[in-house]
DNA sequence: ATGAAAGCGCTAACAC
DNA sequence: GTGTTAGCGCTTTCAT
């Protein structure tokens, strides 16, 4: 293995016999120099495969070109089978590609992983730093932002105001709103929720949304708690059912919980819909194909992660609306189960 | 939004009282310094909130302390249903974190962004790129390690040898050989394959087991090729019962083909195992609950991912065994399929 | 339009 | 043990 030295500007600049600065200008595609020589130029960093060293360039831009996604959660969690994360990533890695930044993915699952995002963070590595769906009041985001680092959420921050960071989350209050009156208006009297963990704005959000609905049409609620699992599901539509029997619909606030719902719903000799309505919320893939097919909310998740890094390099080059805030629409998607 | 200054060794050092170098020393660990001082320095470094410069400090020691990991997908791919990245990301991360060096994940699905990783790599990034699973021969993996660059690659690389980089792969034709065997000492005497694109190693070497199995049985090939996914299994399925509806067995490269296939034989009446015996490859988690439970052969692809970084590991460290390779076994796992 | 020169913040010899 | 000093490779005024 030849470590052959890379080539420095200087080497080039000799090749090409003009001064450093001047290739320096042709690298940077200034427009001052003359035609002639910078041809001479690129010849001289074509001949010496020549790639600038990014360390050096960084010490005195005090830029790096590169953006970092932080996904709180664990690598067996992100990779998990709701395809939350991967539709976030595909749409910031598109953005990102076209703007030329490169992104660097990083996982903090762990509270020491924790820290070493802070370090990354703070030591320069990347010009800014964009959150996915972060757990309770996870103080990072806000304090990133104080050290003058730009920080872009994807999902309300649950952190007290004091640094807001601008943020870009899916209308999770109006999409279960229309679920559960297409539930209402469909005829159903008892509509019970499956809610989501409650440290969490996904699982948060989702509840009020249930809660005022049902108020407003003067029914009761009717509550269990999950976790967004497919387990937690199972278990939460067996409490539902043994608190209220009569119960005939269910909006449950993930597909993978309505899964489990489903499966209890099927245990208990419930029928879907015949006896119990069920809508769920995510429009994961397999949610078209479960028995019967699930009616959902679908959220646009890959959207959100696009704007989510259009926001972020809005902030790098400096255009920075400081706190912004964007909410993208949810919608009804009706298939046989309600 | 405050872009407070960052402070620098310098400054640590002023209100330390002492040189910069010694609190380079501190700040590194050395252990030829004084207790008095390490403490004083320590302070200084809290008060201010002090964090290295990661740009200064690599320009000086030539080193990031992070990796890069390139899955050579679109990013759509990467986090398709077969967890077959996720899973290798899941090994690469554990193993990475253990050592303190950052991840850098990579996607490089297109000919723009297979650039941009070698530019990226070239720059100075990373101290080494790991490559997942390669399409074809793709020439980046051998470039780079010609530059100097610390290479390894998941998954036997298809390069012609002139610059040989070490990789780890798990051992497909021992692993196909079982499972063709496991069909012919039952009894199965047409036993047909549907393969996996023949541009990627695992492709390759299934067919080229499966090939040599059957041979050494003296029984005839039945050969169908998809690309692993659940469709070109459907689809490929169906080629085999026309060509030869008297085939009672197949191998399927890939557990995404194998659902694909027994979808197309249950609608073609035929029943497994009774009428056809099939047995996959990879054992991905919905193996386990499909109709039959699928028979497959399991690779240990996490503990690849976390034997890539650790060959990795110890080339940044300069203990270079140069060009080595390492091969993990594979398994069968009987269940109802075959 | 081009070159000279001054750092960016840090580490690593080398002196003391 | 601790301080002094010389760069790492690049961009960017400031002259010319």
Same mark, same amino acid.
């Given at each position: 293995?030849?470590?052959?030295?890379?080539p420095?500007?200087?080497?080039?600049?000799?090749?090409?016999?003009?001064s450093r600065?001047?290739?320096s200008?042709?690298?940077n595609g200034?427009?001052?120099v003359?035609?002639?020589?910078?041809?001479?130029?690129?010849?001289?960093?074509?001949?010496l495969?020549?790639?600038?060293?990014?360390?050096a360039?960084?010490?005195?831009t005090?830029r790096?070109?590169?953006i970092?996604?932080?996904?709180?959660?664990s690598a067996?969690?992100?990779?998990?089978?709701?395809?939350f994360?991967p539709a976030v990533i595909?749409?910031?890695?598109t953005?990102l590609?076209?703007?030329d930044?490169?992104?660097?993915?990083m996982?903090?699952?762990?509270?020491?992983?924790h820290?070493?995002?802070?370090r990354?963070?703070?030591?320069?590595h @990347?010009?800014g730093?964009?959150?996915?769906s972060?757990?309770?009041?996870?103080p990072?985001?806000?304090?990133?932002a104080?050290?003058?680092?730009?920080? #872009?959420?994807?999902?309300?921050?649950?952190t007290?105001?004091e640094?807001a960071?601008?943020y #870009?989350?899916v209308?999770?209050?109006?999409?279960v709103?229309?679920?559960?009156?297409?539930?209402?208006?469909?005829?159903?009297?008892?509509?019970?929720?499956i809610?989501?963990?409650?440290?969490m704005?996904?699982g948060?959000?989702?509840?009020?949304?249930?809660r005022?609905?049902?108020d407003?049409?003067?029914m009761g609620t009717?509550?269990a708690?999950?976790?967004?699992?497919?387990?937690?599901?199972?278990?939460?539509m067996g409490?539902?059912?043994?608190?209220?029997?009569?119960?005939d619909?269910?909006?449950?606030?993930?597909?993978?919980?309505a899964?489990g719902?489903?499966?209890t719903?099927r245990?208990?000799g419930r029928?879907?819909p015949?006896?119990v309505?069920v809508i769920g919320f995510d429009?994961v893939e397999?949610?078209?194909l479960?028995?019967?097919?699930?009616?959902t909310?679908?959220q646009?998740?890959?959207?959100?992660g696009g704007?989510m890094a259009?926001?972020?390099l809005?902030? #790098?080059?400096?255009?920075s609306?400081?706190?912004?805030?964007?909410?993208?629409?949810?919608?009804?998607? @009706?298939?046989?189960?309600?």
């Open positions: 293995m030849v470590t052959r030295e890379r420095t500007l200087e080497a080039v600049a000799r090749r090409a016999g003009v600065a001047t290739v200008r042709v690298v200034s427009t001052t003359a035609t002639a020589i910078r041809e001479a130029v690129h010849q001289a960093v074509e001949e495969g020549y790639v600038p060293n990014q360390a360039r960084s010490l005195v005090q790096t070109e590169s970092a996604l932080i996904l709180p959660e067996s969690r992100v990779f998990s089978d709701d395809m994360f595909r749409g910031v890695s953005e590609e076209a703007a930044k490169q992104l660097v993915l996982m903090a699952g762990s509270a020491a992983s820290d070493r995002v802070e990354y963070a703070m030591a320069g @990347v010009d730093v964009m959150f996915a972060m757990h309770g009041a996870d990072l985001p806000g304090a990133l104080r050290l003058g680092i730009p920080v #872009v959420c994807s999902g309300r921050p649950l007290p105001s640094a960071v601008p #870009v989350d209308d999770h209050f109006g999409g709103t229309t679920a559960v009156e297409h539930l209402l208006t469909s005829g159903r009297r008892r509509v019970a929720t809610a989501g963990p409650q440290d704005v996904a948060i959000d989702r509840l009020n949304g249930y005022a609905t049902v407003r049409a003067g009717l509550i708690v999950g976790d967004f699992t497919r387990e937690s599901g199972v278990r939460a409490e539902l059912l043994s608190t209220d029997p009569t119960l619909a269910v909006f449950v606030a993930s597909d993978m919980m899964h719902a489903l499966q719903l245990r208990a029928r879907v015949e006896d309505a429009d397999i949610s078209r479960s028995d019967p097919p699930l009616t909310v679908r646009p998740i890959v959207e959100m704007t259009r926001l972020m809005g902030l #790098v080059r400096g255009r609306d400081a706190t912004s805030a964007v909410v993208l629409p949810t919608e009804l998607v @009706v298939r046989a189960s309600a």
